[in-house]
């Protein structure tokens, strides 16, 4: 069975709670809030946001951020792919914007606010 990285205390709890417009996370309490209401998010999907946000306004590439989120776990650039599509449609689907999770051609993603 795969392991899934924990959050490093030193690194995403510097900051408890990030927040961009009407999107909040809780890094203490693992919880996504937008517009004041709870989200649903699977695991990797509240990692990859965290990540994003933690290190917004910088692009994380591919491997940056396969090595955050599964650690010294082999895992293809079409996992993480697959995973940054299921966290848009979770954001989509509970009335966030997508759009939020931006690609940058040639290099990773960026949280955009």
Do not use: C
């Amino acid at each position: 069975m795969n392991e899934i990285k924990e959050l490093d205390s030193s690194h995403a709890l510097k900051k408890q709670v990030l927040t961009s417009a009407d999107l909040s996370v809780n890094v203490l309490t693992q919880q996504v809030y937008l517009q004041n209401k709870l989200l649903t998010l699977p695991n990797l999907s509240y990692l990859l946001l965290v990540e994003l946000m933690t290190h917004w306004p910088q692009t994380r590439t591919q491997d940056e951020l396969i090595h955050s989120i599964w650690g010294k776990v082999q895992v293809q650039n079409s996992t993480l792919n697959q995973r940054i599509k299921l966290l848009r449609q979770s954001l989509k689907e509970q009335g966030g914007d997508p759009s939020n999770i931006a690609l940058v051609r040639g290099v990773g993603y960026r949280f955009a606010e």
